[in-house]
């Protein structure tokens, strides 16, 4: 396991994975017992994981009490990143939702209890609620951080211009600065290579990646049977429903095939090379349901992938990037084209 810092703005350091405890817990219906949610925890420990990340929903609360014994014994060796927005029972009510500061401190405290922590590392405004003001959520994230119950503070699935908009509020403001993102990210759901990784990269926030196997799709194990998040939560999967997505289960197959490892370990070594190459930190968020798949994740760490099966990779799942990039690429290459001193590097100033 290697370790970076979480994006340039930080030096927290976090492992290359962050563990999401999504499963950890039968709250939802579905998900790992108490003692399958620890051997998963022991496991990634063992192989050097450091970064957990959790949310006060996730199983109505469950997933938070279970991490934060699991923690209890080394809690300053973890990153702890939990979030908050949309409540943690299954029916929160109007003044136990949203991202306004009453909620923001009473999610918070929450948390702190069921983690059994008196700090958090790293908090995530869960999803944007359209309705309280930005200058309102990092006032309060930075009075969060100066009375020392977080350390740093993120923006979960906001769209770029939102968080670039938060980042330079902050910056302006000299609030706590806003440190990364947390967003869906993988070969079946690349949308993020348009706006919100090339913002993350100049702005030099880390990003967190959460689906890195597309719901499951991309092991192929849906080509056998819809047993899975497909059949136990029926959201945030991914199925083949474009010629697209068939075509990069096709190639993720026929790579496993190549390498000998398995489609995810495939998918995830593709991730994990997208990261090296990025000026700042992308982090793939596993969230295993049990200690196979956790194993079959950790196996990844081992795959290296030739720069051919990169690129076979990184082409069949390549996106349109839309207006104005294409607009800007094709006059860029005009310009190229002709006169190339158009688009020569000054000289350096004179001293």
């Known amino acids: 396991m290697r370790?970076?810092?979480?994006?340039?703005?930080?030096?927290?350091?976090?492992?290359?994975?962050?563990?999401?405890?999504?499963?950890?817990?039968?709250?939802?219906?579905?998900?790992?017992?108490?003692?399958?949610?620890?051997?998963?925890f022991d496991r990634?420990?063992?192989?050097?994981?450091?970064?957990?990340?959790?949310?006060?929903?996730?199983?109505?609360?469950?997933?938070?009490?279970?991490?934060?014994?699991?923690?209890?014994?080394?809690?300053?060796?973890?990153?702890?990143a939990t979030k908050f927005t949309n409540g943690a029972g299954p029916r929160p009510g109007i003044s136990r939702t949203g991202n306004s500061r009453k909620n923001m401190?009473?999610?918070l405290e929450a948390s702190l209890k069921r983690l059994g922590t008196d700090y958090i590392d790293l908090y995530w405004v869960h999803f944007?609620?359209?309705?309280?003001?930005?200058?309102?959520?990092?006032?309060?994230?930075?009075?969060?951080?100066?009375?020392?119950?977080?350390?740093?503070?993120?923006?979960?699935?906001?769209?770029?211009?939102?968080?670039?908009?938060?980042?330079?509020?902050?910056?302006?403001?000299?609030?706590?600065?806003?440190?990364?993102?947390?967003?869906?990210?993988?070969?079946?759901?690349?949308?993020?290579?348009?706006?919100?990784?090339?913002?993350?990269?100049?702005?030099?926030?880390?990003?967190?990646?959460w689906s890195p196997l597309g719901g499951g799709l991309l092991t192929g194990k849906y080509r056998r049977s819809t047993e899975g998040r497909l059949s136990d939560l029926k959201t945030l999967v991914h199925t083949e429903s474009t010629d697209q997505k068939t075509a990069v289960v096709d190639?993720?197959?026929?790579?496993?095939?190549?390498?000998?490892?398995?489609?995810?370990?495939?998918?995830?070594?593709?991730?994990?090379?997208?990261?090296a190459q990025a000026s700042t930190s992308f982090v793939?968020?596993?969230?295993?349901?049990?200690?196979?798949?956790?194993?079959d994740y950790l196996g990844a760490l081992d795959v290296q992938l030739a720069p051919e099966q990169f690129a076979r990779l990184s082409d069949v799942s390549a996106i349109p990037l839309g207006v104005p990039h294409e607009a800007t690429a094709r006059a860029r290459d005009a310009v190229q084209g002709g006169d190339a001193s158009l688009v020569a590097q000054p000289a350096a100033p004179v001293a």
Not at 7 to 35: C, H, I, K, M, Q
Not at 150 to 177: C, E, G, M, Q
Not at 284 to 295: S, V
């Open 128 to 209: 944007p609620d359209d309705l309280t003001p930005m200058e309102e959520i990092l006032r309060g994230l930075d009075d969060l951080v100066s009375s020392g119950k977080i350390l740093h503070a993120a923006l979960s699935n906001f769209p770029a211009w939102r968080v670039s908009r938060a980042a330079t509020l902050a910056d302006l403001k000299n609030w706590a600065p806003v440190a990364g993102i947390q967003i869906e990210y993988s070969l079946v759901e690349r949308t993020p290579d348009r706006e919100l990784l090339p913002m993350a990269e100049s702005l030099g926030l880390g990003a967190a990646l």
């Open 44 to 80: 990634f420990a063992e192989a050097g994981g450091t970064f957990l990340d959790t949310a006060d929903g996730y199983q109505f609360g469950e997933s938070e009490e279970l991490v934060g014994k699991f923690v209890a014994a080394e809690r300053d060796h973890f990153v702890l």
């Open 251 to 275: 190639t993720v197959l026929a790579i496993a095939e190549e390498t000998g490892a398995t489609p995810a370990q495939v998918s995830v070594a593709w991730l994990r090379e997208r990261a």
């Open 3 to 40: 370790y970076t810092t979480f994006g340039r703005r930080t030096g927290l350091r976090v492992s290359e994975y962050a563990l999401g405890t999504g499963n950890f817990g039968t709250g939802w219906g579905a998900g790992a017992e108490p003692d399958e949610a620890r051997r998963m």
């Open 284 to 295: 793939p968020i596993i969230g295993p349901r049990n200690l196979t798949q956790l194993d």
């Open 105 to 107: 401190v009473a999610s």
